[in-house]
Nanobody
Framework: QVQLVESGGGLVQAGGSLRLSCAAS????????LGWYRQGEKQRELSAVI??????HYADSVKGRFTISRDFAKNTVYLQMNNLKPEDTGVYYC??????????????????WGQGTQVTVSS
């Protein structure tokens, strides 16, 4: 079992920045990958993920703008979002799932989820 508690989010103008945080706890939290997904029309869509080994994967839409990082001592994952665009608006969910060497798996939402935090970017 993994418990995920998110913080951050809010309302920002286009071009602005926000930082999301997610504290993970539970018996397997430290060995799982941690990531962020945004709720799309049909399913949750990957923004970024970081494995327990420190490998990072980003959606093409956020590359160069978002940075994911992880504090292993605190079991916390962060998503620094810069140069935000209106299309980044949505509910962002923290995610925990087993590591994988296949980058293709991250596009399919799975694993444990936080409660979600709203990000709104105004134009």
């Amino acid at each position: 079992q993994v418990q995920l508690v998110e913080s951050g989010g809010g309302l920002v103008q286009a071009g602005g920045s926000l930082r999301l945080s997610c504290a993970a706890s539970g018996s397997i939290a430290s060995i799982n990958a941690l990531g962020w997904y945004r709720q799309g029309e049909k399913q949750r869509e990957l923004s970024a993920v970081i494995t327990s080994g420190g490998s990072k994967h980003y959606a093409d839409s956020v590359k160069g703008r978002f940075t994911i990082s992880r504090d292993f001592a605190k079991n916390t994952v962060y998503l620094q979002m810069n140069n935000l665009k209106p299309e980044d608006t949505g509910v962002y969910y923290c995610n925990s799932r087993p590591n994988s060497a296949l980058s293709s798996v991250w596009g399919t939402p799975a694993g444990y989820w936080g409660q979600g935090t709203q990000v709104t970017v105004s134009s």
